[in-house]
């Protein structure tokens, strides 16, 4: 069975930093490209970062130079280093995962960017 789990979400005021890491398990980690999206109240999910297996990066335009996305292939974890965070990225954070036409999500984590 799949499973994505998300952590290190919570609360972090505006300037502040957060790291969220996602484990993965019973997937063939390295052949998936990992990514991270996040989804604000009353707005689509859209995608924050992304990583392929063999560690290309791609960033969403408001996150570059703030958030670094990278992976531990031996350790099937995706992590987010988030940086000078704003109330604007306040969201739920979700790891997913896509090889070809196979997907799969975690079920999120709980950003909260507040004074």
């Known amino acids: 069975q799949v499973q994505l789990v998300e952590s290190g979400g919570g609360l972090v005021q505006p300037g502040g930093s957060l790291k969220l890491s996602c484990a993965a398990s019973g997937l063939t980690f390295s052949s998936h490209t990992m990514s991270w999206y996040r989804q604000a109240p009353g707005k689509e999910r859209e995608l924050v970062a992304a990583?392929?297996?063999?560690?290309?990066?791609y960033y969403a335009d408001d996150v570059k130079g703030r958030f670094t996305i990278s992976r531990d292939n031996g350790k099937e974890t995706v992590a987010l280093a988030m940086n000078s965070l704003k109330p604007e990225d306040t969201a739920v954070y979700y790891c997913y995962s896509r090889s070809y036409a196979i997907e799969y999500w975690g079920k999120g984590t709980l950003v909260t960017v507040s004074s």
């Open positions: 990583i392929c297996g063999v560690g290309v990066e």
